[in-house]
């Protein structure tokens, strides 16, 4: 039987971090552009695992990953009021580099379409 509580509130808690990480003062946070990727909820939960990545790569999102776990106390607080939950679940933050990949990616897309379309060009 699937759980969508988990779902649920695993969404609920990326939404509501996403505010909140804009509110957060440390330099090594607000010196880069910060994203959540995903949140996965324990089954009981009690811990939130939340991936970050940055668009300047994994290097900055591990320095961001070691401002949040300093904040973390500040942001679960602001999490239990935004949430109402019973137990506001403990946060662990990764670093994760997936945006940088997908940059990557789409860059790769890029190079192989124009040639396509230069070469569309000249039989015109």
């Known amino acids: 039987m699937p759980n969508y509580r988990m779902d649920r ?3 609920d808690i990326m939404r509501e971090l ?3 990480l804009r509110t957060v003062k440390d330099p090594r946070v607000t010196g ?3 994203s959540i990727v995903r949140v996965d909820v324990t089954r009981d939960l009690s811990y939130a695992t939340v991936y970050i990545s940055s668009m300047s790569g994994i290097d900055a999102a591990k320095e961001a990953v070691k401002g ?3 904040a973390a106390g500040y942001m679960r607080r ?3 009021m935004a949430l109402k939950l019973r137990h506001t679940p403990e946060l ?3 670093a994760d580099d997936s945006i940088e990949y997908s940059t990557n990616i789409a860059a790769m897309i890029n190079k192989i379409s ?3 379309a230069v070469a569309d060009e000249q039989e015109d």
Do not use: D, N, Y
């Open 9 to 11: 509130t695993g969404e």
């Open 114 to 116: 124009k040639p396509e």
């Open 92 to 94: 662990r933050f990764i």
């Open 18 to 20: 996403t505010a909140i």
């Open 78 to 80: 602001e999490l239990g």
């Open 68 to 70: 949040l776990k300093s």
């Open 32 to 34: 880069t552009m910060l």
